[in-house]
């Protein structure tokens, strides 16, 4: 058995092991209560969510992420980039099926991921306050989901990184389910209620989504 | 372990619903929020980040919830809960937490810090670790609610020098001033002082509502403990009375908690939606001027006014254009601050610090970023739709020197009221006088700060 089919079956091994894991969290978490909002309505709860998910993640729609434009976008390109080292890899039996073009976009976008990535883990050291706050499994997390990133682009430019891809992934897979990565299944749940709470309430309506004062005013 | 980490833990257990679980497992430690705190602005150190605070939580639910967790604590900052951790818990959420969603608004997961907050605090207070005033402020008013007839009479009597005072005010000796009158369309909950029965009183008069006045207080202590049970039973009398009485709305004073607390949380408490609907007097005011049942002068109100968003209030309860709507037709020169709205800045008085005197200290550290923002507007008035915002806003135009006043919104709509004629008057018009009266005189006297 080569080293390339032995790692891609430990990756394979390893996404069961996550998907099934996953599957078992995410039903737990809805095994939890969920009480019924008998408030009556003020606004569209199905408007506070499709703004929750929309334009309440861009990257003008909130003080901090204006305040912090750099570090959002890094945390985008960031997630982008795991997004499409993920999707390389799993199709990553196929690709000799696929454009060159796309390869390297594919390619272009994990290494930027990586890039990314490796700028949070120094920003997680340099910064007092994300210094404090870190834990040995932030550090590990992020490093762990750098390294696949970046062996994910060395295997689009070169099949001779692929083993690496597939060690790097099987151990990503792994780790997620029980380490701050899994955190990627909350946030489907968080901003779903934070939509719910910003929509029954009219709390964010649609002609006043950012606050423009009426006439003069400080800089708070 | 001892029994009060025990109850602490109980009690988180029994919260642990979909939304709590969410707030601990989701936050990615960014650490984007911190801004987004007046704490934090007041004080730049990591442990005023909301992230931190939440963090302390978490740490005690990674010890009994997770598997890697109970096995490697220090690789995920797990740590068991103890007497010493509990204490602290309760000092953050009860102390450098206003629970006003500054930072959930900020988070770009959404990370509901407050929830968690409200968590400990309800673990603290059934810890016995929670502020004693505001454990004993919340049992006077369930006590309050079981025995009314003990202070019932005495407030009657109160009230009938109030309506004689509301009658001179309004220039009409028909004014009423009912309390508890079965089959009135409104009852109208006011806060500890004649100060937030008047005005509102001298408003529902000129706009011929059909209302009564409740003999509880809006305020509900219980929430600020983050105890479900008496916050429940503190809002069941006036439940019970609006029921009793068969009224169609209850009216609530300028009063952001207890705004949150009746119309958004109570319902849930009881598991039914109210036969009533519960609004703000700022919401009641908006819906008069809207049908034209007051006539309003914005010159009676020249000084340069601007609104604070009580967080309660907008962030939490969508009361956001309404007051600005009543201002804009009651006052000449309003502004806005920056931020305002769903991002204004707490004040710094929420979740009950105003009641906390051995906290004033941080509380008004807190309320800097406010207090800068005030300044900057030039305003010489801030108009805020909440009692505690208006207390702490006070405590800060010393504290800072910011030479303002502090007013409810019915206090202005009350200057800047043009009085219809009364009903003698009226009868004198429709019996054919040539010429119509002009509006009469605002109330003078009325209570502003």
């Known amino acids: ?201 009219a709390v964010v309506h649609p002609r006043s989504v950012t606050s423009r004062p009426s006439s003069v005013a400080g800089r708070g | 372990m001892t029994s009060g980490v025990e109850t602490a833990l109980q009690v988180l257990e029994k919260q642990l619903n979909r939304p709590l679980e969410t707030a601990l497992e ?44 109970r096995i490697f604590p220090r690789w995920t900052g797990a740590k068991k809960l103890d007497e010493a951790t509990l204490a602290k818990l309760a000092e953050t959420a009860f102390s450098r937490c206003t629970l006003c969603r500054r930072c959930t608004f900020n988070c770009p997961m959404g990370v509901d810090t407050p929830l968690m907050m409200r968590a400990v605090r309800a673990m603290a207070t059934a810890a016995g670790a929670a502020p004693e005033i505001l454990v004993m402020l919340a049992d006077a008013a369930i006590e309050k609610g079981k025995d009314p007839s003990f202070f019932r009479d005495l407030f009657l009597e109160q009230m009938t020098d109030l309506e004689k005072e509301l009658q001179a005010k309004v220039g009409d000796p028909q004014a009423r001033l009912t309390v508890q009158r079965a089959g009135a369309k409104v009852l109208y909950v006011p806060l500890a002082g004649v100060h937030t029965i008047l005005p509102p009183a001298i408003i529902f008069h000129v706009a011929r509502e059909d209302w009564t006045l409740s003999i509880f207080e809006a305020a509900n202590y219980g929430v600020f403990l983050g105890d479900t049970a008496r916050a429940k039973e503190i809002a069941r009398r006036i439940v019970d009375e609006a029921k009793q009485l068969g009224v169609r709305e209850v009216v609530l004073a300028e009063c952001g908690h207890a705004y949150a607390a009746l119309r958004w949380e109570a319902p849930n408490w009881f598991g039914e939606t109210f036969p009533f609907r519960v609004v703000s007097l700022v919401e009641k005011i908006d819906e008069y001027l809207e049908q034209g049942r007051l006539d309003l002068d914005p010159s009676s109100n020249r000084e340069r006014i601007t609104y604070h968003d009580s967080c309660n209030m907008a962030r939490t309860g969508g009361v956001i254009e309404e007051p600005r709507r009543v201002l804009r037709a009651a006052v000449r020169d309003f502004v806005e601050m920056t931020p305002n709205r769903k991002d204004a800045y707490c004040c710094g008085g929420g979740g009950g610090l ?54 409810a919104v019915a206090d202005l709509v009350v200057r800047a009221l043009r009085l219809p004629p009364t009903r003698h008057e009226a009868e004198r018009l429709f019996a054919g006088v040539e010429e119509p009266l002009p509006a009469r005189k605002r109330p003078e006297g009325t209570a502003v700060g």
């Open chain 2, 26 to 69: 989701v936050c990615a430690r960014c650490g984007i929020c911190a801004e987004a705190c007046h704490y934090y602005l007041a004080e730049p150190a990591p442990e005023h980040t909301p992230a931190a605070r939440g963090e302390a939580l978490r740490a005690a639910y990674r010890a009994e919830h997770d598997f890697l967790s």
């Open chain 1, 1 to 201: 058995m080569t080293l390339l089919i032995l790692t891609r079956l430990l990756a394979l091994a390893a996404l069961i092991f996550a998907v099934a894991a996953f599957t078992l969290r995410w039903r737990a978490t809805m095994r939890r209560p969920l009480a019924l909002d008998r408030s009556p309505a003020k606004g569209d709860p199905k408007s506070g969510v499709l703004y929750a998910f929309s334009l309440g993640m861009m990257p003008w729609a909130k003080e901090s992420t204006r305040r912090h434009l750099l570090a959002y976008l890094r945390g985008i390109g960031f997630h982008v980039g795991i997004f499409a080292g993920l999707l390389a890899l799993l199709v990553s039996p196929f690709w000799s099926w696929l454009p060159q073009a796309v390869l390297l976009a594919f390619a272009a976008l994990t290494a930027l991921g990586a890039a990314f990535g490796l700028a949070g883990e120094v920003m997680r050291w340099a910064e007092r306050n994300l210094r404090r706050l870190s834990t040995p499994d932030d550090h590990a997390s992020v490093l762990l989901v750098t390294a696949f990133l970046a062996a994910t682009s060395a295997a689009l430019a070169h099949p001779a990184w692929m083993p690496a891809m597939y060690l790097s992934g099987a151990l990503l897979f792994l780790y997620a389910p029980l380490g701050k990565i899994r955190h990627c299944i909350y946030f489907f749940f968080s901003r779903l209620f934070f939509g719910l709470f910003i929509g029954r309430r």
């Open chain 2, 354 to 407: 105003v009641a906390l005197p051995e906290y004033q200290e941080r509380r008004l550290k807190a309320g800097a970023p406010k207090a800068r923002q005030i300044r900057e507007t030039g305003a010489q008035m801030v108009v805020a739709a909440c009692e505690n915002c208006r207390l702490q806003i006070g405590e800060l135009a010393h504290r800072y020197e910011l030479g303002i006043e502090v007013s």
